[in-house]
């Protein structure tokens, strides 16, 4: 009979570089369509990362990065995030992610322009709210805070 592994080694990756490899007791990470949470054991499965605040348990504490976009594929015992972007919570300046933020909102196309504008500023605007929040460590979902044309 197999046993409930006890920790899941957490891998998060992005093209640039190696950011993170640790065993750890659970992982929320932000899914394309909402936010999962993985435990040791969790059935394998792939899924579309959206812009958002990766958390994970260890030792009893919790820590969180940002994440955006890319892949996660869970194991039984392995969570590896193939993200287009990653930092940690503690790296990021609160200061420059808010005026990330604004200029992003202030930067929005006008009305006649091209989808590809309005999804490069709703991109743009989910990437500086999600810096904010995870600065500001408040952990709402960036998502609600997008604008739509």
């Known amino acids: 009979m197999a046993t409930i592994p006890e920790k899941i080694e957490l891998q998060v990756v992005t093209p640039a570089k190696h950011i993170l490899s640790e065993d750890v007791q659970s992982v929320e ?9 993985i435990l040791p054991g969790h059935a394998p499965l792939l899924t579309e990362l959206g812009a958002g605040i990766l958390t994970f348990s260890k030792g009893g504490e919790t820590r969180s990065m940002v994440v955006i976009d890319g892949f ?3 194991l039984p015992n392995r969570v590896i995030v193939l993200a287009d972007e990653s930092e940690k919570v503690e790296d ?13 909102q ?15 500023a ?20 960036a998502r609600e805070l997008q604008p739509t044309r």
């Open 29 to 37: 990470l932000p899914g394309k369509d909402g936010y999962l949470g």
């Open 72 to 74: 996660a594929e869970v």
């Open 92 to 104: 990021i300046d609160a200061s420059k992610a808010r005026a990330e933020l604004e200029k992003a």
């Open 106 to 120: 202030h930067e929005l196309p006008g009305a006649g322009a091209s989808e590809e504008d309005w999804e490069r």
């Open 122 to 141: 709703n991109a743009a605007i989910a990437r500086a709210t999600v810096r904010v929040q995870a600065a500001e460590k408040t952990g709402s979902p």
